[in-house]
């Protein structure tokens, strides 16, 4: 049995203990976890000798989230708030995910990325959520599962306050396919507009671009908009002016630069056309393959 499933399945005896009756006698599991408890609760970093009085429901909830494939320890330590919510409240917010077209399967990575989700409230947190997904981002039903797994942190990014105020910011970039934001680039709609997306866009143009042309090349690579200032553009900028003295256009015609790695792509593959005494485009030079790429060089050096 998966360990979501696992953590679905001891729901009437984990996750059904009452927050006001931390003593009562737990019930028989449905399925066998008899050795995993006793290690778990005594290996756990959160439970130690010192730790000796907490709740039996404290002890289950790190049990709850061991078996169903979640770090409890670090899932405590990004949310706090666990630690006084009720396992009957973690319990709601698996089967309403559930009921959202989320799997079993899937709980461990979205907990795991984003375990403020479990004391989210349903009401005035997710359901918000899944209403923008399917009215605003035009996303059917059916196809929740796959927005919500390509960016977990739309579940917990307020529709008021980052959301929406993000996709009229990125429509009026000229973003217009719903779809592409939807299932390719969703990590955008949780990105600060002020603080992240317009900097960026800023930077690009000190470069000496103009806004349109860099609204052009942020709409044939939205990733631009994911990448750090300080640890990718600075840098590759540097190295594409400085040691490989190319012209600018070559970066409006080819933003998918700054999308390569510039220790393991750019410069081994720039040094080595230098010594072959080659000329390359700079997206043959970045696209191709390992065996094209050395074919390219040979040819050139013959």
Known sequence: MPPAAGAVALHSSLCNISSDKPSSPLRSPP???SPKPKSLFQNHPLYTPTHTKLSLEFK???LCLEVMGVDAGKALSQNPDLRTATMESIHCIITFLLSKGLQEKDLPRLFGMCPK????DIKTDLNPVFDFILNEL????NNFRRVVNKCPRLLTSSVKDQLRPCLVYLRRLGFKDLGALAYQDSVLLVSNVENTLIPKLKFLETLGLSKDEVRSMVLRCPALLTFSIENNFQPKYEYFAGEMGRKLEELKEFPQYFAFSLENRIKPRHMKVVQSGIALALPVMLKSTD???RELVKQGSV
């Open 291 to 293: 065996e094209e790429f």
């Open 117 to 120: 989700i479990l004391t989210s």
């Open 31 to 33: 399925i066998h976890v």
């Open 60 to 62: 289950e909830k790190i």
């Open 138 to 141: 035009k996303v059917p039903g």
